[in-house]
């Protein structure tokens, strides 16, 4: 893909948040944080606003926990990919992160290297996902230009 991927930070803590903006800016990777947010109400709304790729989502926040936010994108968004970084290393909230369908869960602190590992496979998920849509569409064009004749040649089959 030709461009920048857009990424969006929700995390309730604001040291957080400025730490991994200067970590995803100094990657070099082709990503550009477009949004941050301290709680899941105004993740919902920067992300209807800013229409992220990744975002990275902590599950402890404030009137709307990351894992509702998460549940409620995912109504509108699935093609977004969601990183859950969180200090709860608890079960069941790692089962119902995999059961939303998130890309992966990480444990704060984030290591650098894994973070940089992970957002590698985003990308290249979204890379993946954004060249099938678009070889299918070109499918879909072509079987539309063609309807006419496929339609002839299917009657014709019927007939003999």
Known sequence: MSGVWKLMIADDEPKIRRGLR???????????VVAEAEDGEHALEQAALTRPDILLVD?????????????????????????????????????????????????KPVELSGLRATLDGAI???????????HFAW??????????SLWEEFLSEVVR
Not at 22 to 32: A, N
Not at 125 to 130: A, D, G, I
Not at 139 to 148: F, G, L, N, S
């Open 22 to 32: 200067t970590q995803i800016e100094h990657m070099g990777l082709e990503i550009e």
């Open 59 to 107: 599950i402890n926040m404030p009137f709307l926990n990351g894992l509702d936010f998460i549940e409620r994108l995912k109504a509108t968004r699935q093609d977004a990919v969601i990183l859950v970084i969180t200090g709860f290393e608890a079960f069941e909230y790692a089962r119902r992160a995999l059961d939303l369908g998130v890309f992966a869960y990480m444990l």
């Open 124 to 134: 290249q998920k979204l890379q993946t996902e954004r060249a099938r849509a678009r």
């Open 139 to 148: 499918a879909v064009a072509q079987i539309e230009k063609r309807r006419d």
